[in-house]
Each structure stands twice: as structure tokens, then as C-alpha cells.
């Protein structure tokens, strides 16, 4: 099979549709991978060049006072007759670029890849990191695979992921954690109900609290974050006939990245401390990951800030921007692409998006 030719010098909205049009799906990344590392290789001057798996990784070493990592993905969700890309007119907004990982996140991508081709004298020097597998289970990423395997490469001041964002900063991000709330019953004949213990009804105080919940907002490097506390699954029953002995809610806590995972699960564990006490309820954590600090203060991210204009906000949801964050380096999110119609059949991206954070960060990387 032959490796599509990318052009790294071409306006980075044809680049997106070129990378959009090679199909790389979650674990079948190979074909973008040797793409994008071919194209390096060819067309970039002073990279030090890795390949990794479906990892490409590429730095400079110039010598310069600070370091930016340019980190992207370059695994989409499965397609849905929405490759090859597609190019339309939309009036006087401009034109829009349709296809499947338009907007999460190959323009990124394309705008880091024909950045590193065209900036001439960049004021820092550059890694690159395109990865594999983030939209899938967590123990694929393959940024995680280079946290634990290459963590030198990830070494920088501050990092910026081409995730969608709308072409705004999104600093930091939330931080999630998934609890399972077990009742325990006494199975019966739903004619004869007295006899059972019902583990479904037991539920009743945890959703109660849960609905009664007032979520914290705070306030971090002037972004705000919005903390959430929600039931996000329910099982319990047998059958029609039966009164059930067993019964769970699954909860989903979204928390500022000023607390911890374990601050967190206090946090939650404290809410049904009763209940917990008394042996009604059980907990169980499922599943957790820690959140990011803008880091908005630090030089490098505060002069990204001034180069787009002083437009941040912060980021609701989890990204990788957690992995930086946790090895002290400021991160955060910012790519062309309205995140709400990331992994939609009718994916698309404005093509001025494109065009506006190339400027904004070759602005950043040259002033």
C-alpha cells in the first residue's frame, strides 16, 4: 500500500483535508503515522525524528531558552460515511471542511505539522507529538505510552494540545471520578413484598442527596470551573415478579482541578457518610483521573494568552493536558473546531478557524 504524500507547506486547511482523507481509526493508525512521518523527515530542517509504535515524535535543539511542545492525536472515532473530506461554501462565514476528525482533532494536527515546516526562526525550540489510540480506553493512549516509556521527550515549559476549542484557550481541565453506590436487599415474590427487602427503593436517599447537590464554582488563574455531581447510570431488577436484592447507581463527579483524586473521593465519600456507616450503602471507586491547573501565570503560557488576544476560558471535561499538568508543565487546549460536533456524522470545521490559529501561534512562536 502506498503512503499518501502530505505537503507540509500548503495552506494548513488543505493539509487537514489531506489528513483527513487517510482513514485512522483507534488502532489503526499506521498509514497517517508513516504519512506524518515521512512528511517530517522530508520537509522539516533541525528535527531530531523518532518513530514509536504509531508514534511519531520530533524536537529541535537549538540551544533556545524555552520549550514548546506541540502535542496532537491522530486517531479518530469510527467513521460514518463522512471520508473522504469535503469542502463547501457557507455564505459569508466562509468556507466549511467536513469529514470525520475534522474537528477532533486533524486541524490541529495540520496546523502544528505546517508550522514546524514553515517557521523559518521560532523564538524557542519545538517538540512535536503526534500519538495513537486517545479515543479509546485510557491504557492505549499512546501519550500515555510515552509518559512511561519516553518521558524525556514530553520535557518542555509549556504544552499546547490542538484539541477543539473553537479557536479560544481552554485552560486546564476538570478532573473526573466514577463511584458505584451498591444497595443490598433481600430477594421475594413481588406478591408476597413484605418478605423482601427492596434494594431498589434503598436507592432513594442516595438520589435524593445527589438532586439536592449544589455544585462549587472556583475561580483559578481567572478561569472559572464548574464543578458537577450527577447519576449516570442505574441497574437493579430481576424480573417483573421479583423483588430485587441488589441495586447500584453509578456517579460521576467533574471537579476543579484545585482538588485532588483523593480530595475528590473524600469529598463524595462524605456526602452518603451516613449511609455508608450504616451498611445501606456501599462505595466503590471506578474510576478516576486528575485534573490540570492552568498555569496561567507561567511566562510561556501568559504570553500564548497575550498572542491570542487575551481570550481564555476555562476547559469543562478531561483532555491530556492532565499528563503535562501533573509533571509540573503549564497546558492547555487550543484548536480549531467547535468541540460539540466532535464525533458527529456532520463533523466540520470552519476553515477561518484554521487560518486564525496558525496566525495566533505562529505569532506565539515568533514574536
Known sequence: MSIPALDLRADPIDLTAALVDIPSVSHDEAAIADAVEIAIREQTSGFEVLRHGNRVLARTDRGKARRVVLAGHLDTVPIADNVPSRREKAGSDGDVLHGCGTVDMKSGDAVFLHLAATLDDP???????????????????????????????????????GEPTAGQIEAGCQGTLRVRLSTPGVRA????????DNAIHKLGSVLQTLAAYQAR?????????????????????VA????PDVASVDVNFRFAPDRSVEQATDHVRQLFADEIASGAVTFEVTDSAAGAL????????????????????????????????????????????????????????????????????????TA
Open 123 to 161: 523564538n524557542c525550540d519545538l517538540t512535536l507529538i503526534f500519538y495513537d489510540c486517545e479515543e479509546i480506553a485510557a491504557k492505549y493512549n499512546g501519550l500515555g505510552v510515552i509518559e512511561r516509556e519516553l518521558p524525556q521527550w514530553l520535557a518542555g515549559d509549556v504544552a499546547i494540545l
Open 240 to 243: 417483573g415478579n421479583v423483588v
Open 294 to 365: 492552568p498555569g496561567l501565570g507561567h511566562p510561556a503560557a501568559a504570553a500564548l494568552v497575550a498572542a491570542a488576544g487575551g481570550k481564555f476560558r476555562a476547559k469543562y471535561g478531561w483532555t491530556d493536558v492532565s499528563r503535562f499538568s501533573a509533571l509540573g508543565i503549564p497546558a492547555v487546549n487550543f484548536g480549531p473546531g467547535d468541540p460539540n460536533l466532535a464525533h458527529k456524522r456532520d463533523e466540520r470545521v470552519p476553515t477561518s478557524q484554521i487560518t486564525e490559529v496558525t496566525d495566533v501561534l505562529r505569532r506565539y512562536l
Open 217 to 237: 464554582r472556583v475561580d483559578i488563574d481567572g478561569c472559572e470551573y464548574r464543578e458537577g455531581l450527577s447519576a449516570v447510570r442505574i441497574e437493579g431488577g
Open 189 to 196: 415474590h413481588s406478591a408476597r413484598s413484605w418478605l423482601g
